[in-house]
């Protein structure tokens, strides 16, 4: 089993960076690759990035450039930080792992993963 906990959540002004946190417990070593998703009230879950072990990311479009996730392998942690927080930024930011294949093509598919945080809220204020 694997834990996986978010935080860095919390009210930011729009403009700012934000820098959210998925500390990861467990069986962490079976982990293939990690992830953050978003999901705003009524929407679908939307997948922002992913890491994979060896370092390597993919982005969705919509937030290249201005989301990196990064991982601390000592730690079990990775990290997303946004940059140019937007209104339409606030809402839930769920972290996501799992031990299986972890291919490309599918990797911000909310279904591809087993391990999810039960998030952290991000509130963007102007």
């Known amino acids: 089993q694997v834990k996986l906990v978010e935080s860095g959540g919390g009210s930011v002004q729009a403009g700012v960076p934000l820098s959210l946190s998925c500390a990861a417990s467990?069986?962490?070593?079976?982990?293939?690759?990690m992830a953050w998703f978003r999901q705003p009230p009524g929407k679908a879950r939307e997948g922002l990035a992913v890491?994979?072990?060896?370092?390597?990311?993919a982005y969705a479009d919509s937030v290249k450039g201005r989301f990196t996730i990064a991982q601390d392998n000592a730690k079990n942690t990775v990290y997303l930080r946004i940059n140019n927080l937007k209104p339409d930024d606030m809402t839930m930011y769920y972290c996501?792992?799992?031990?299986?294949?972890?291919?490309?093509?599918?990797?911000?598919?909310?279904?591809?993963?087993?391990?999810w945080g039960q998030g952290t809220q991000v509130t963007v204020s102007t």
């Open positions: 996501a792992a799992d031990a299986g294949p972890c291919g490309r093509d599918w990797s911000l598919l909310p279904e591809s993963y087993e391990y």
């Open positions: 890491i994979w072990p060896d370092g390597s990311t």
């Open positions: 467990g069986y962490t070593d079976s982990l293939n690759c």
